[in-house]
């Protein structure tokens, strides 16, 4: 492991991930080496069993309150031929309100991945809804095969003083390229590959926004990704991002309608993740 971590983080992880490993009925010399995590529009594409709410695994240290599509349940599940772990419904770095403590928040986005690096980790598929930036190369219902990241205007990650890493290096360039040819085969859904730009929230960004992301390279935008990269980046794990797009540039959705939008797809995104899985965890 090339990257400096700190000392409590890496701790806490291992505490974290065995208590992890305990609830999901893994022995002490079981791995986790590979996971899914399921964004907005993916969460009833999969379910998980066993599976526990990631609150009963001392990961969450502030209530946050709920977020509709969202389980926050860890487990276990065969995709694409390969046992996998799954996170149903992640915790974002812009659910700090005003009553809960932005630190509280980072340490629960950090944990919620770290605890599997902890469980022997090595290959992360990362999905989650977007806004599109141009219809032309990602209309709303197409999917984006992350290729590279934009975080000027991410905001803090979850990441301690000396933890200095480049989230997009976590990206397999090779997994991500036999994903996007699998699925343009698939003939399910549209597929595009392209720059996911993150912002914090939890304000959705406006169509001027979009326009000034779309102008600057970016084809997508979203809350999420990049926190998890992040961390797989420390760890050596590596990524792949994927984003199904709910609305176009001009569309402005509450989070409840792009859960909806990807709830209505969940077959041809079920079968989505079964080729990307075949894909990437080889």
Same mark, same amino acid.
């Given at each position: 492991?090339?990257?400096?971590?700190?000392?409590?983080?890496?701790?806490?992880?291992?505490?974290?991930?065995?208590?992890?490993?305990?609830?999901?009925?893994?022995?002490?010399?079981?791995?986790?080496?590979?996971?899914?995590?399921?964004?907005?529009?993916?969460?009833?594409?999969?379910?998980?069993?066993?599976?526990?709410?990631?609150?009963?695994?001392?990961?969450?240290?502030?209530?946050?309150?709920?977020?509709?599509?969202?389980?926050?349940?860890?487990?276990?599940?065969?995709?694409?031929?390969?046992?996998?772990?799954?996170?149903?419904?992640?915790?974002?770095?812009?659910?700090?309100?005003?009553?809960?403590?932005?630190?509280?928040?980072?340490?629960?986005?950090?944990?919620?991945?770290?605890?599997?690096?902890?469980?022997?980790?090595?290959?992360?598929?990362?999905?989650?809804?977007?806004?599109?930036?141009? =219809?032309?190369? !990602?209309?709303?219902?197409?999917?984006?095969?992350? %290729? /590279? #990241?934009? @975080? +000027?205007?991410?905001? &803090?990650?979850?990441?301690?003083?000396?933890?200095?890493?480049?989230?997009?290096?976590?990206? =397999?360039?090779? !997994?991500?390229?036999?994903?996007?040819?699998?699925? %343009? /085969? #698939?003939? @399910? +859904?549209?597929?595009? &590959?392209?720059?996911?730009?993150?912002?914090?929230?939890?304000?959705?960004?406006?169509?001027? =926004?979009?326009?000034?992301?779309?102008?600057?390279?970016?084809?997508?935008?979203?809350?999420?990704?990049?926190?998890?990269?992040?961390?797989?980046?420390?760890?050596?794990?590596?990524?792949?991002?994927?984003?199904?797009?709910?609305?176009?540039?001009?569309?402005?959705?509450?989070?409840?309608?792009?859960?909806?939008?990807?709830?209505?797809?969940?077959?041809?995104?079920?079968?989505?993740?079964?080729?990307?899985?075949?894909?990437?965890?080889?």
């Amino acid at each position: 492991m090339d990257h400096y971590i700190d000392r409590m983080m890496h701790s806490r992880a291992r505490d974290v991930g065995g208590t992890l490993r305990s609830r999901l009925g893994l022995g002490p010399d079981d791995t986790v080496e590979n996971l899914i995590i399921l964004g907005t529009g993916f969460g009833e594409s999969i379910a998980p069993d066993p599976s526990v709410k990631m609150r009963d695994l001392g990961l969450v240290f502030q209530d946050v309150g709920e977020l509709h599509g969202h389980d926050r349940r860890a487990g276990l599940a065969t995709v694409g031929g390969k046992r996998c772990g799954i996170i149903s419904g992640r915790y974002h770095m812009g659910e700090a309100s005003m009553a809960t403590s932005p630190s509280s928040v980072r340490m629960m986005v950090r944990m919620q991945f770290e605890m599997w690096c902890a469980l022997g980790l090595k290959r992360a598929l990362l999905t989650c809804g977007t806004g599109g930036l141009d =219809d032309s190369i !990602a209309p709303a219902g197409s999917l984006v095969v992350v %290729r /590279e #990241l934009m @975080t +000027l205007f991410a905001g &803090q990650m979850p990441l301690a003083t000396g933890e200095y890493v480049t989230p997009s290096a976590s990206i =397999d360039q090779n !997994a991500s390229e036999r994903i996007a040819r699998a699925l %343009r /085969e #698939l003939k @399910t +859904l549209r597929v595009a &590959q392209g720059i996911y730009a993150m912002v914090p929230g939890p304000n959705v960004e406006s169509c001027h =926004d979009k326009g000034v992301l779309q102008s600057l390279g970016a084809t997508v935008v979203g809350m999420s990704l990049v926190p998890s990269m992040c961390i797989a980046a420390l760890h050596g794990v590596q990524t792949v991002g994927l984003a199904f797009v709910t609305n176009g540039p001009d569309g402005v959705l509450s989070h409840k309608q792009n859960t909806l939008r990807g709830a209505e797809r969940k077959d041809e995104l079920r079968e989505c993740l079964e080729v990307a899985a075949r894909a990437i965890f080889v």
